[in-house]
């Protein structure tokens, strides 16, 4: 069955703090995996996107890795702000379907002055 | 550029009534989708459609219609309301299937 399923469900930290969230995925055949940055009320706004032959890609303080070997993926944040308060999804496309993305349910974040 | 809008941004129905959502996209996108957010669980495809005049179901379209009559918009339709399709609906484009897709502020969908 394909699926992605993020850990934590949810994590508080302090400003200023790194943090890393995980993703693990049975998606098969793998076409790519994104992650998704959504502040509660928004639509989600992508943060990267990863084919299987790239093992890291940053954005600002977003750093996502990926091991396909494994099927696992991580998003650090490094030198939290407080608008990274946020959901984060990570998003495995299929590599035979053109347009079915799974979805995560999600880790929120919360960043405390 | 405006992106991605919806309308409307909330809306309260009574069961067995009819709606339809606009989705409009100023970025010249071929693919436009519908998207469900339950809370708990990830978002999930209702309709797509690959360009104008096409359309397409997705994972859960029971009780949707859909329509992109124009290239920049698209229309999804309920019917006949019901209180499990109570949700945050999404609308999104991207140039290519497996590109980046950009999302709309969502609708808010009370069905009582």
């Known amino acids: 069955k394909n699926q992605v399923e993020q850990s934590p469900q949810s994590l508080i930290i302090l400003e200023g703090k790194n943090c890393t969230l995980q993703?693990?995925?049975?998606?098969?055949?793998?076409?790519?995996l994104r992650w998704y940055k959504q502040d509660t009320g928004r639509g989600p706004v992508s943060l990267t996107i990863m084919t299987f032959s790239e093992n890291t890609k940053s954005n600002g303080r977003y750093t996502a890795t990926l091991d396909a070997d494994t099927k696992q993926s991580s998003l650090h944040i490094t030198a939290s702000q407080l608008s990274d308060s946020a959901s984060y999804i990570c998003v495995v496309s299929r590599h035979d379907s053109n347009y079915q993305l799974i979805w995560g349910a999600g880790t929120k974040l919360i960043i405390k002055p | 550029n405006a992106g991605v809008t919806q309308t409307p941004k909330f809306r309260v129905l009574k069961t067995g009534q009819s709606m339809t959502l606009l989705c409009a996209q100023d970025m010249n996108h071929e693919y436009m989708y519908w998207y469900r957010q339950d809370p708990g669980m990830g978002l999930r495809l209702i309709h797509y459609s690959v360009g104008e005049g096409t359309t397409a179901k997705g994972e859960v379209p029971d009780g949707y219609n859909v329509s992109r009559l124009k290239k920049q918009n698209f229309l999804l339709g309920l019917e006949s309301a019901a209180p499990s399709q109570t949700s945050v609906y999404f609308c999104?484009?991207?140039?290519?299937?497996?590109?980046?897709?950009?999302f709309g502020p969502g609708t808010r969908l009370l069905v009582l």
């Open positions: 999104a484009s991207s140039s290519l299937a497996q590109e980046t897709q950009y």
């Open positions: 993703c693990n995925y049975t998606v098969s055949p793998f076409s790519n």
